[in-house]
């Protein structure tokens, strides 16, 4: 099967096996896997933050990054479609008890303006106390609903600047950061500097089994230990799991560059074919989001042709390349897309 659905449908190496196999081992609930601790301190200091804390998903990394910034009842600022109101199943409500208000997106994006216009704003005769309280800002780099896109930095620096300025917290929900830093030239650390935490995640584009990391300032790392705790992210001998991350990151970060070769190969492709509605400059990395007559039947014939997509919604489909994808891949799926679509 070409695989296409998403980019954690990778397997390790058989070098990230074996440094898996190899792994020395700890007890990271007690903080003293070796492993665990080495990943941390890589992170931190890619990201230029003070502390890091290895979690089994993504969606835990976000989580707890907003119950470490808010109180039940608060706001979180964020872009129309973001993961951790769409795609986390209501998590922000039910851990956090907190509102997620998304903004109209630009591609992913949003302004300072559009902050300050989420902001209650009670007149004279009326107490702030009886609104909501917007806390936290989050942004998403890549975002995914919107076609792994990526944030310039500019807008971006300005959002978490006004987010402070305005006496609120700033999330970085970068769970693809690295495709956002290949993709753009912009470092890890750059993307990072103004956001108070940043989630990244190392079980998709760079290919390891599991896990993620919330990276922040170590004031707020320390209470995330106990909602990590607390939402029942402490696992044992993590150092195994934490090996195959930690050789993603050092060795395959510079290679997601051939992903978004393939994406764009993929998107020029579709582009030629009948029926299939997809601007190729629209894809930033390596998520290609196109437009059918009918999604899910589009999806069940690809599958007997042996192509795995994703659909979502009545037209729109989703195909993200990633380690093992390769040109002939691209070129096998674009001839099954031509037969059932075109």
Known sequence: MIDLRSDTVTVPTDAMRKVIAEAEVGDDVYHDDPLVLALEEHV??????????????????????????????????????????????GAPAVLSGIRINEVPSERGT?????????????????????FEPATLVAAENTHNEAGGTVWPLDLLTSVAATA????????????RLWNASVASGVTEREFAAG??????????????????????????????????????????????????????????????????????????????????????????????????????TVCDRLTERGVLTLPLGPSRMRAVTHLGIEAADIDAALVALREVVG
């Open 44 to 89: 931190a200091g890619l990201l230029g933050k003070d502390d890091a804390m290895y979690v089994p998903t993504g969606t835990m990394s976000n989580q707890v990054a907003l119950r470490v910034h808010t109180d039940p009842g608060d706001v979180v600022i964020a872009a129309t479609g973001a993961h951790i109101n769409g795609h986390e199943l």
């Open 110 to 130: 949003f302004t300072p303006a559009q902050i300050q216009a989420a902001i209650p704003q009670p007149p004279p005769s009326m107490p702030p106390s009886l």
């Open 164 to 175: 402070h300025e305005l006496g609120l917290a700033a999330h970085l929900d970068g769970a």
């Open 195 to 296: 956001f108070d935490t940043v989630s990244v995640c190392f079980s998709k584009g760079l290919g390891a089994p599991m896990g993620s990391a919330l990276v922040g300032r170590q004031d707020l790392i320390e209470p995330a230990r106990r909602f990590k705790q607390l939402f029942g992210g402490g696992f044992r001998q993590a150092g195994l799991m934490a090996a195959g991350a930690l050789y993603a990151v050092q060795n395959h970060r510079d290679r997601l560059a051939e992903d978004h070769e393939t994406a764009a190969r993929l998107a020029a492709g579709l582009a030629e074919i009948p029926g299939i509605d997809i601007d190729p400059d629209d894809v930033d990395t390596n998520i290609v989001y196109f437009l059918v007559d009918d999604a899910h």
